[in-house]
């Protein structure tokens, strides 16, 4: 009877704890409010026009790709032709419900425009000039048109921000089985599934970082997750790196051997090597994983928590270990699966050509 009794007061006490907190529910996803559709239209075709980066050479979609999950698959993104960026590129995917953007938030999430801006005009990223694309657009009569329908003017740099804003607020989950579930409708998941998520608000703890209809606190914890050796081995990554960190101001950045994440914000000592705890949903979709990519795949991801994380002087207390069974690590990334709703499939348009206008013509 005795070890019963003890398992059942155990349980008692996670659920209690985790109800106690309020915040550690899961919930679907609410809509966002539906932007413009004559600017979603508009934002389709910037978003995959490369004449909106510097050398006409990328568009946000070499990066941020539909058929790799809205990322684009490799553990560290290459960033502008001939540098190379040091993070993961992160999915598209419900990205304009976070708070804070980016892997390290270093931007107010409320302010897309802002980080649209960022894209385009950082040398890692599209490095363009915005009079400079502005004015390639006017050569293009079906944008001028597009531009006049959406926002009743020309082609601006102001004008082009807000067109992709209002197409990433489009590139949301769409009818997943854990939303279904979370409706009421307990067949959307497996029993699989249904045991990963006991797990994940359980023994596993992972609901303690992963909640709200995002599946993310929007906090910032240090996981010890590995770096990937290219940092320091590849001299354009590196260059990069450097850069970044010269520019945010951030003490001693020659010396950094690994990234510091929000340290390079909020410049507190006890941010370094702490990042955004990233959503969850979708994430079957957008392999590998990890501010550096370092997790291939979701067993991966499973093997990682299961040992306790990694070494890091910053670890969060909730990273332990786990003892989860193989058939419990199986079962969490079932339910892992089951966070990714229909494919969000938009083809790449084609591109309207250039009719230069002729001076005092057109
Ligand atoms: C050269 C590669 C590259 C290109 C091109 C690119 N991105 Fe990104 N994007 C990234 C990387 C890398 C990150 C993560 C940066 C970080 O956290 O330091 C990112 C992050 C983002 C995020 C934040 C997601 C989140 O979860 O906070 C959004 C939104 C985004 N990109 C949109 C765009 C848009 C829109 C374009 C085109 C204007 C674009 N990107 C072009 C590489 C790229
Ligand atoms: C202490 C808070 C915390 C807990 C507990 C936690 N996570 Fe995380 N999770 C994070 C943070 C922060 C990251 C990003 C870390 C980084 O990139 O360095 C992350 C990243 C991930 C990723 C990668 C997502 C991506 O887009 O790359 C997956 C998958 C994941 N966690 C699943 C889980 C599972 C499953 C559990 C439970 C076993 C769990 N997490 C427990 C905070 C947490």
């Known amino acids: 009877m005795r070890p019963l009794v003890l398992s ?48 006409g050479g990328i568009s946000c979609d070499s990066c941020h790709n539909p058929t790799t999950g809205w990322g684009d698959g490799k553990p560290l993104s290459t960033g502008y032709p001939g540098s190379e960026y040091f993070r993961n590129a992160q999915t598209l995917l419900n990205a304009a ?60 740099f102001g004008r082009t921000l807000s067109a992709v804003t209002a197409f990433l607020k489009t590139i949301t989950s769409r009818n997943a089985p854990i939303d279904r579930y979370l409706r009421g ?3 959307a998941l497996s029993t699989e599934a249904r045991n990963g998520l006991v797990l994940f608000q359980g023994k596993a703890g992972c609901i303690q ?24 081995a590849d001299p354009l990554r590196h260059i990069t790196f450097r850069r970044f960190f010269r520019t945010l101001g951030a003490p ?81 990334v079932e339910f892992l699966k089951s966070l990714a709703g229909d494919p969000v499939v938009i083809e790449r348009p084609d591109w309207p050509d250039y009719q230069p206008r002729k001076l005092g013509q057109n």
């Open 209 to 232: 970082c992963h909640n709200g209809a995002l599946l993310s606190d929007q906090k910032f914890h240090a996981l010890g997750v590995p770096e990937n050796p290219d940092l320091f």
């Open 252 to 332: 001693n950045a020659e010396n950094y051997r690994q990234d510091p994440g929000l340290y390079g914000v909020t410049k507190e000592k006890a941010d370094w090597g702490k990042f955004r705890t990233p959503s969850l949903r979708e994430v079957s979709r957008t392999a590998p994983y990890m501010h550096s990519g370092a997790l291939a795949t979701l067993e991966d991801v499973v093997a990682f928590y299961d040992r306790g994380g990694g070494q890091h002087p910053n670890k969060s207390p909730l990273i332990r270990p786990l003892g989860l069974t193989a058939a419990e690590k199986r079962a969490l």
């Open 185 to 187: 409708d307990t067949a």
């Open 97 to 156: 419900y976070y708070k804070r953007s980016y892997w390290d938030g270093r931007l107010a999430g409320a302010d897309l425009p802002t980080l649209v801006r960022d894209h385009l005009t950082e040398a890692h990223f599209m490095q363009v000039d915005g009079r400079l694309f502005a004015e390639r657009l006017k050569q293009i009569p079906e944008y001028v048109e597009m531009f006049k329908t959406a926002f009743g003017g020309e082609p601006t």
């Open 8 to 55: 059942c007061f155990t349980t008692w006490i996670l659920l209690g704890a985790v109800s106690a907190a309020g915040a550690q529910d899961l919930q679907p996803l609410p809509p966002l409010e539906a932007p413009k559709a004559e600017q979603v239209e508009l934002g389709k075709y910037l978003f995959f026009e490369p004449r909106l980066s510097g050398d």
